[in-house]
């Protein structure tokens, strides 16, 4: 098995992390994995936000959680201390797609860190409200965004669960 065989197979989505904070230079490694992504006609649409304002995040989690439906006090993002928001730029047709692989590359990426995620959803609902356009606003960022997703990130607090077996049949060849 190759190393990033490995790092696929072993990543999984983290629901309980340490709040210890985290160095800048891993994340900036886990979003230069993001920028670095595939994307439509190489546009790449997607912008990735870190939140490691505790204040930020907190409103973030408390939004999501409305959106979510869930009840008062729940944290959507399991205590992590970062959130890595992705959003898209609707000029490209791909835009969703774009943002999906950066996404996926930033959870391997962690991984391999020795860091953990997990993708968040709802950033659609979010970055459509005024509470989001309010975030891209304060850094000047204008356009059509999409709100794709959010990571969860942080160091996973506990045991690494195992992976689920997978379901059979679900690859094909003509040949
Ligand atoms: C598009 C997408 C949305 C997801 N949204 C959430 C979410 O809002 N909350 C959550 O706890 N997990 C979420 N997850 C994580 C999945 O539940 C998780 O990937 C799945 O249970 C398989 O587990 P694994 O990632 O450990 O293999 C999401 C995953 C994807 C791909």
Redesign the pocket.
Known sequence: MSDLMTIIKER??I?KYKSDPLPKELIDRIMEAGVFAASGMGKQAPIIIAVTNRELRDKIAEENRKIGGWEEGFD?FYGAPVILIVASNLDARTAVYDGSVTLGNMMLMAHELGLST?????AKEEFASDFGKEILDSLGIEGDYEGV?HLALGYIDGDM?A??PRKPGRTFYIE
């Open positions: 999984r989505s629901r959507p997990c993708w968040i959803h709802r997703g669960p992976a689920h």
